[in-house]
């Protein structure tokens, strides 16, 4: 099984809707993080948490929401979503500590709103 | 403010040869760390080759090296003996500042096409 997973995998939804990406992992880290790539753009932090109770706002965090129900579980929430929030969205861990520890990521959810 | 800049969007090479991905970045902290990730276009991203900024020597992983230049602030990628799986989008990353094991900044990635 996967360290970290993504759902739902792929969505389609439209303007207005609410909906709730999932993301779990069995690493055992503390930290996790939601990114969002769109083309030509890199991949750009949305939200991170360092633990259940430490949740911080990343560059882009304007109409996205979280919540860190568990030490294993981070959920990503769009509350009224909208066409340019379209985009592939990735959940990844890392460990406490340094900057050596690499992200470990989920296979990604492609959000389309229409 | 710290920023990763890859310059090239897209770089073609044949199979078998060398392939050299252009990284540079700003930071003015001390420590820090530089990662490259592969994403294919099934979409999930890979972990490929970490370097840390105190590291005397070049980071290498199989057919990867990282090319580390720290007065230039550079962090090339060199992938040797191209194979069409090396097709893929790559990213730049960077990691560090007051709170380590913060978020990953990535560059905006370059396409390789690897051609037989």
């Known amino acids: 099984d996967a360290d970290v997973t993504q759902t739902p995998r792929n969505r389609i939804t439209k303007t207005g809707k609410r909906i709730m990406l999932e993301c779990s992992q069995t690493k055992g880290h503390d930290r996790m993080y939601w990114y969002r790539q769109d083309p030509g753009l890199g991949l750009r932090l949305i939200y991170y948490s360092f633990d259940v109770k430490d949740i911080n706002k990343g560059e882009i965090s304007d109409g996205y929401s979280v919540s860190r129900q568990a030490q294993a579980k981070f959920s990503l929430s769009l509350e009224s979503a909208i066409p340019n929030q379209t985009a592939l969205y990735f959940c990844a861990t890392s460990p406490a500590g340094g900057a050596s520890y690499e992200q470990y990521f989920g296979p990604g959810t492609r959000l389309t709103v229409t | 403010a710290q920023k990763i800049t890859q310059t090239q969007p897209g770089m073609f090479v044949q199979e078998k040869e060398a392939v050299t991905l252009d990284c540079t970045y700003d930071t003015s902290d001390q420590s820090y760390g530089l990662f490259w990730y592969k994403q294919p276009s099934s979409g999930e991203m890979i972990f490929l080759i970490y370097?840390?900024?105190?590291?005397?020597q070049n980071a290498t992983e199989g057919r990867y090296s990282l090319n580390f230049q720290k007065a230039r602030k550079s962090a090339n990628l060199v992938i040797s003996a191209s194979q069409l799986g090396d097709s893929a989008m790559y990213f730049c990353a960077m990691k560090g500042g007051d709170q380590a094991g913060t978020a990953l900044i990535f560059g905006k990635g370059t396409t390789l096409s690897v051609s037989s």
């Open positions: 370097q840390g900024s105190y590291d005397e």
